[in-house]
């Protein structure tokens, strides 16, 4: 390699480390910014807003879903296994919204605690399969469940 | 084979879905095919007439 | 290693086995593309949560990954570019940044028409969006200084430090699900251990994968001799061709 094309090594080198580290150091400045949604045990701890808006996340409790006689307003409980949050939302559900699954709500915290949402958006996890193999896990998951009990 | 156009209801987000993969990427094949012949043309052109060849 | 270099880089040898190369490409990737859409749409079961419209996830999910491939392969010549002025780099860097937007472009579009029944929206803000759509301006962004400066070799080489400058860009796209709470889920198929999806389903998003690859090396090769025709039109080899063609 002739000293030239070292010498445009280098520099390239240094570019890429430079932007690399540049932009480690911003993200890392800006994790909480970035953050898209906190959850249960971060709202426990107080480290969202209480006078803003936020985004809350976390999985729908098994049979926490309640609807109010309009038939619009639904209550239910969002936790991160740790913590839960009760959460009540005026409008329609995503397709995926289902108790067990998990879900990003935005709205703001009431004066006892209840997450008032606005929107409410379904997270979708990484699984694909055919429904009888869902169904199959899930039998499997019970038959597992009983065992333990 | 309705059902199959019908995709459980999600008939309006899967096939624009393919629809918009189709012409995109046939488009960028067209213009690909498109580009090299009026490129050809155009040599042939400037091989013809001695003027413009440096 | 050398002569190969100096073989592969001479511009007729290139034109040549590009020419080769292109209808062999092409149809292997029209023969995976048919194979996997037909399994993909006919024979794949549907989704135990999300019913038919997970089917999006076979031009979703290989229109993502080329986004990023492509970008790696263009900052790739560009750094060849940058140390040893090879204008075979210039051009595949060139030719890829349209295809490239045109997959982040398809990645965003299709995520969208996914994103409305699922998640219940058409746009978050999320890291994995965002960053996302960040890719799509840097492909805007190389194509405009490309448009911008006259002389070809020097925009090659302005825009190879351009795209050098956005591949950080490429980890955060990919960790985004990791680093950061997002909407998007995690990775399915390229986790560490075994891939969470069903063999069913894998099977063709992995030809879909394969035919967006192959149609890329088609594409890019096309473009690739158009441009080497063009940039060595007052060539005596280039006279040839066209006179044999």
């Given at each position: ?57 976390g999985m729908v409790v098994d049979g926490s879903l309640a609807r109010e006689d ?80 | ?54 | ?48 949560q999300q019913g038919e419209s997970y089917r999006i996830i076979y031009i979703h ?185």
């Open positions: 390699m002739t000293p030239k094309r070292r010498k445009r090594v280098m520099l390239i080198s240094l570019m890429v480390l430079g932007i690399g580290g540049a932009t480690a150091l911003g993200l890392n400045a800006f994790r909480q910014n970035l953050l898209f949604f906190f959850s249960p045990s971060q709202v426990a701890n107080g480290e969202a807003t209480t006078d803003r808006a936020f985004r809350l996340g309009d038939g619009l307003t639904v209550r239910f409980a969002v936790t991160d296994t740790a913590e839960v949050v009760n959460v009540t939302y005026t409008g329609i559900l995503p397709d995926l919204f289902r108790e067990g699954q998990g879900i990003v709500a935005m709205g703001r915290l009431d004066q006892t605690g209840v997450f008032k949402a606005e929107e409410v958006l379904a997270k979708h996890d990484e699984n694909y399969m055919p429904p009888e193999v869902g169904e199959a896990m899930k039998a499997a998951q019970r038959a597992k469940a009983r065992v333990e009990n | 084979m309705q059902d199959f156009f019908h995709m459980g209801g999600y008939a309006f987000y899967v096939w624009p879905a393919y629809a918009l993969s189709l012409v995109v990427l046939m488009g960028q094949l067209w213009v690909a095919v498109q580009r090299r012949r009026k490129l050809i043309r155009d040599i042939e052109v400037q091989n013809r007439d001695p003027e413009t060849r440096t | 290693m050398w002569i190969w270099f100096h073989k592969f880089g001479s511009p007729r040898y290139f034109y040549d086995l590009a020419g080769r190369l292109i209808p062999w490409l092409g149809g292997a990737c029209a023969v995976l593309m048919a194979v996997g859409l037909y399994l993909g749409l006919f024979v794949a079961p549907s989704d135990y999910v290989p229109s993502a990954w080329m986004s990023m491939f492509v970008y790696v392969v263009m900052a790739s010549a560009g750094t060849v570019v940058l140390i040893w002025r090879v204008k075979l780099a210039e051009i595949i860097a060139s030719v890829s940044a349209p295809l490239g937007a045109s997959f982040t472009f398809l990645a965003l579009a299709t995520g969208s028409l996914w994103g409305k029944p699922m998640w219940g929206t058409w746009w978050v803000w999320d890291a994995r969006l965002t960053s996302e759509l960040i890719l799509l301006f840097l492909y805007f962004g190389f194509m405009a200084l490309e448009a911008a400066i006259e002389d070809k070799r020097t925009a090659a080489r302005a825009t190879a430090i351009l795209s050098l400058v956005g591949v950080i860009n490429i980890p955060i796209i990919h960790y985004s699900v990791y680093w950061w709470n997002t909407l998007h889920q995690g990775a399915t198929v390229t986790k560490m251990d075994t891939p969470s999806i069903h063999l069913s389903m894998l099977i063709p998003l992995l030809l879909m994968a394969a035919a967006f690859q192959l149609y890329y090396a088609t594409v890019l090769l096309m473009g690739a001799r158009t441009e080497l025709l063009s940039r060595e039109r007052r060539t005596r080899w280039v006279a040839e061709v066209i006179r044999n063609s």
